[in-house]
């Protein structure tokens, strides 16, 4: 179906992994796939998906009809005549994991991205800034890292972003459109972050510190090292404990050497005390 304009197939069961064949499809310009049981990495072919790389032409709009609610700015929008403007991708609710595809920052018109409510890590993609005419990002809910790309505020059409309950670090920018998005709902959720509109300041001399991801394997080297220690703590103490009783007890000439030394021992300790005494 190559002249697909509108996939929306949210609120099913769907599951397995987005097919690659969906950025075959040129002319797409609206994708909602949320709320499913989706899975996987997000194709990085969705950088092909031409239909948000282009404007359509006066042709193109006088032929084209349609009506369709979609969610955008946070709520629920009905478009009707302008619905050929929007362009929309709308990956939420779902099992999503890895990162986030550098290519989808070349979807030059892209006007909304809705990422919320995966599993995805990593970073921001640094170079964000390239989509333009967005105006609402929804990456809230995922388990991403790293500080918020100071490109970021020169999306002057951002007016609806939500990163909240991630691992997002550092300062959390101030200039240009941030000076704008100063809910602190934005930002929640993400421990490592500072600055206004938050209540946690930052450190003018030592950044803060990075969220340290923990994992299965460092879980199980932090009780091999615990096991290891206690043993060789074990075996120390095993060892000299027995190399001297174990041979006091086998060599008898050993043993009374020992007794009569601390019985000399313990009778000039006594004349020490007296004679500090007497004095």
């Not at 994991?97 to 070349?106: A, L, R, V």
């Not at 923990?214 to 199980?220: A, R, V």
Request: aromatic content about 10%; some cysteine; charged content about 15%.
């Amino acid at each position: 179906m190559k002249s697909l304009l509108i996939l929306r197939l949210r609120n099913n069961f769907f599951t397995g992994e987005i097919p690659s064949q969906v950025c075959s499809l040129s002319v797409l310009h609206i994708l909602d796939v949320s709320n499913n049981h989706l899975s996987g990495s997000i194709p990085s072919c969705f950088g092909n998906l031409n239909g948000f790389k282009t404007d359509f032409t006066s042709e193109d709009t006088e032929q084209y009809q349609g009506s369709l609610q979609v969610v955008a700015k946070g709520r629920i929008l009905q478009y009707k005549s302008t619905l050929y403007l929007v362009n929309s991708i709308d990956l939420s609710r779902n099992n999503l994991s890895g990162e986030i595809p550098s290519e989808i920052t070349n979807l030059f018109r892209l006007g909304t991205l809705n990422l919320s409510m995966n599993h995805l890590t990593g970073n921001i993609p640094q170079n964000i800034d390239r989509v333009e005419p967005i105006e609402t990002l929804d990456l809230s809910m995922n388990r991403l890292s790293g500080p918020i790309p100071p490109g970021m505020t020169s999306l002057t059409f951002l007016n609806h972003l939500n990163l909240s309950y991630n691992n997002l670090s550092g300062q959390i920018p101030t200039s240009n459109q941030f000076q704008t998005l100063i809910d602190p709902s934005i930002y929640e959720g993400n421990s490592y972050l500072c600055g206004v509109p938050l209540s946690a300041e930052c450190n003018s001399h030592e950044p803060p510190p990075f969220p340290r991801e923990k994992s299965g394997n460092t879980d199980d080297e932090d009780e091999l090292e615990k096991v290891l220690f206690f043993s060789f703590v074990g075996l120390g103490f095993f060892t000299g404990f027995w190399g001297v009783c174990g041979s006091l007890i086998v060599k008898k000439r050993w043993r009374d050497a020992y007794f009569h030394f601390v019985e000399w021992l313990i009778v000039k300790v006594l004349i020490i005390v007296s004679r500090n005494r007497n004095v």
